[in-house]
Every structure is written in C-alpha cells, then in structure tokens.
Nanobody, 123 residues
Framework: VQLQASGGGLVQAGGSVRLSCSAP????????VGWFRQAPGKDREFVAA????????GYAGSVEGRATIARDNAMRTVYLQLNSLKPEDTAAYYC?????????????????WGQGTLVTVSS
C-alpha cells in the first residue's frame, strides 16, 4: 500500500492545517491509520489514529482538543485537522496504515508509511 501525505505548509501560530493521507487506487476501509510527527532532532511521536472499526479515534495528549482525525465517506482519504497551532507543532507529519489494526500509538505497529509532509508554525 502506497500512502500519500499532503497538506503541510507554513502556518502562523493560532492557525489551522488539514493534512490528508490517501492510497492511490484503493480504499483504506480495512486499515487503521495513524498520524505521527517528527521534529528536527527529536524522535517520531504519535499524534492521532483512527481505527478501521470500533471506537474510532485516539489522540496524543499534546494535541487533545486541538486535533480531529476522520475519514471521507469514500474511505479513500484520512484527514488530520490540527487547530490552534503552536510553534512546537512544527514537524514532518507522516501517515501510516495497518490492515485490521487496532489504531496503536506505536509506530512499529504500522506496516505502511507515506512520505512526510512538513508543517512549519511561525510565532
């Protein structure tokens, strides 16, 4: 499964960004999808995940209340909406997929990864 992440850019603090994760020529209906981010000089960290079924979402404490992860109706794209952006949200954001997965916050649980999309938040 090839994943494509997009939607990053330069945003002012307090602004919003919507990131997209899609897989060309297939749906993601049977995949749990997670978003992770990696800031320069730091380890990759979990941001949010949406399960392929069951309780749908989970968020890291650092984005709780500011982030929303959702699928489109065609189950082809998973979005991550991040509001009230802070400079510490600056990172490369990666989406990952795990077929029939539990929507883990562990990066090792995901089989497929997209390329990163860079979000830079200016103060």
């Amino acid at each position: 499964v090839q994943l494509q992440a997009s939607g990053g850019g330069l945003v002012q603090a307090g602004g919003s960004v919507r990131l997209s994760c899609s897989a060309p020529r297939r749906t993601l209906s049977n995949y749990s999808v997670g978003w992770f981010r990696q800031a320069p000089g730091k380890d990759r960290e979990f941001v949010a995940a949406i399960r392929w079924r069951g309780p749908p979402t989970g968020y890291a404490g650092s984005v709780e209340g500011r982030a929303t992860i959702a699928r489109d109706n065609a189950m082809r794209t998973v979005y991550l909406q991040l509001n009230s952006l802070k400079p510490e949200d600056t990172a490369a954001y990666y989406c990952a997929a795990d077929r029939y997965g539990v929507g883990s916050d562990l990066s090792a649980s995901y089989e497929y990864w997209g390329q990163g999309t860079l979000v830079t938040v200016s103060s």
